[in-house]
């Protein structure tokens, strides 16, 4: 069973840079495409990026050019680098697996991880 823990959310300022990190465990975590996702105070949760079991990469346009995205499958975790975070970054972040193929939207989606606050002031 893969199971997921996010962790490296916290409160910036805008401007500022923060790295989540999402810990994965299972034998067939390499074999799923991983997404990240962000849930804002009203509890609607928009795709934010995926990485693919092969390493292609994807962004929502808001993101595009401010956040980045990796895997590391020999320690079965990925990095979102948050850069240049705006207040409208706020949210909490959820790190997903998807063990089809494409992760960006909520049906996609087989597990979830707990979630971790990113707050960001101007």
């Known amino acids: 069973v893969v199971r997921l823990v996010e962790s490296g959310g916290g409160s910036v300022q805008t401007g500022e840079s923060l790295k989540l990190t999402c810990a994965g465990s299972?034998?067939?975590?390499?074999?799923?495409?991983i997404g990240w996702f962000r849930q804002d105070s009203s509890g609607v949760r928009d795709w934010v990026a995926t990485i693919s079991r092969r390493g292609d990469t994807s962004y929502a346009v808001s993101v595009e050019g401010r956040f980045t995205i990796s895997r590391d499958n020999s320690e079965k975790v990925v990095y979102l680098y948050l850069n240049d975070l705006r207040p409208d970054d706020t949210g909490l972040y959820y790190c997903?697996?998807?063990?089809?193929?494409?992760?960006?939207?909520?049906?996609?989606?087989?597990?979830w991880g707990q979630g971790t606050q990113v707050t960001v002031s101007s």
């Open positions: 997903a697996a998807c063990s089809g193929y494409g992760c960006s939207t909520i049906p996609d989606v087989n597990i």
């Open positions: 299972g034998s067939t975590y390499n074999r799923h495409d």
